[in-house]
């Protein structure tokens, strides 16, 4: 989990990473699939999904690419955007 993070933005990326499984599962896609399609670093998914770190934007643009959504559609969760 990223250092100073209130309670509030750990829960808002733990909702970001059970989306972002949500969208891969629903794919058919695995995390290794995931990391090879998007041209991410090995592990990234993996810490995402657990909400263990914070994407960055161009990472969150590959990723969408990769899962054929719109990025806004990685942050559709429980209705919060």
Avoid: C, W
């Avoid at 969208?23 to 999904?49: W, Y």
């Amino acid at each position: 989990m990223p250092k100073n993070l209130s309670k509030e933005e750990e829960q808002y990326l733990m909702k970001f990473g059970t989306n972002l499984r949500r969208l891969r599962d629903e794919s058919g896609m695995t995390q290794a699939d995931l990391v090879f399609e998007a041209g991410v670093h090995g592990n990234t998914v993996g810490r995402i999904e657990r909400g263990e770190r914070a994407a960055n934007i161009l990472q969150l643009e590959k990723i969408a690419k990769a899962l054929d959504v719109k990025v806004e559609e990685l942050f559709e969760f429980g209705g919060q955007k």
